[in-house]
């Protein structure tokens, strides 16, 4: 059972940045690729960013291309989303999520997730 515990979330203005943090445990990190979803009131919850396990391929909405960087520390069991630019249609509860295979496809194990609030 892999476990994930996601920080760095909060209160910013916009045109602010914020770096999110997941530590995983229970399983074999390194191996996994790794997403980033979020979910904003009243909406569905929608891709964000993901990294293979190697960290050599990522994926990005749209809407954050640019703006956003996920990286890895494969060490230290964590993932990072570096998110620069925020603009209030950026705030949400941010999930991370554990993909086994590293497709970045499907995801099994997730995380309690982060506030993110971006003010005008």
């Known amino acids: 059972q892999v476990q994930l515990v996601e920080s760095g979330g909060g209160l910013v203005l916009a045109g602010g940045s914020l770096r999110l943090s997941c530590v995983a445990s229970?399983?074999?990190?390194?191996?996994?690729?790794m997403g980033w979803f979020r979910q904003a009131p009243g909406k569905e919850r929608e891709f964000v960013a993901a990294i293979s396990w190697s960290g050599g391929r990522t994926n990005y909405a749209d809407s954050v291309k640019g703006r956003y960087t996920i990286s890895r520390d494969n060490a230290k069991n964590t993932v990072y989303l570096q998110m620069n630019s925020l603009k209030p249609e950026d705030t949400a509860v941010y999930y991370c999520?554990?993909?086994?295979?590293?497709?970045?496809?499907?995801?099994?194990?997730w995380g309690q997730g982060t506030q993110v609030t971006v003010s005008s």
């Open positions: 999520a554990v993909d086994p295979t590293s497709r970045l496809q499907k995801y099994d194990y």
């Open positions: 229970g399983g074999t990190f390194s191996t996994y690729g």
